[in-house]
């Protein structure tokens, strides 16, 4: 079982940075690939970002691949995205999600745990 809570999501102007963290509540962080995913209004929740459950890969959508970066902490059972030159298009909720095992999937399917979610607006 795993609870996910995301945060530093906020508004911030087009061309900016932010970094959004997510913290796991499991006790055995290290069987999890962790992702983001997410979801602009009208339109369906997309994969973002992934990283695999050593940190040794990772994988990014083509819509961030250049401007994201996500890494993992294990000590603090922690998820992290940065992302800069963002655009008003980045605007989403951008959700944290679990995957228990050695995958690193891109499928919402694939994923058994989500937090809540964090807003991300840019502003143009």
């Known amino acids: 079982q795993v609870q996910l809570v995301e945060s530093g999501g906020g508004l911030v102007q087009a061309g900016g940075s932010l970094r959004l963290t997510c913290v796991a509540d499991t006790r055995v962080f290290s069987m999890y690939g962790l992702g983001w995913f997410r979801q602009a209004p009208g339109k369906e929740r997309e994969f973002v970002a992934g990283?695999?459950?050593?940190?040794?890969?990772?994988e990014y959508s083509e819509s961030v691949k250049g401007r994201a970066t996500i890494s993992r902490d294990s000590a603090k059972k922690t998820v992290y995205m940065e992302m800069n030159s963002l655009k008003p298009e980045d605007t989403a909720v951008y959700y944290c999600a679990a995957e228990e095992g050695f995958a690193l999937s891109k499928t919402e399917t694939s994923y058994e745990y989500w937090g809540r979610g964090t807003q991300v607006t840019v502003s143009s």
């Open positions: 990283i695999n459950w050593s940190g040794s890969a990772r």
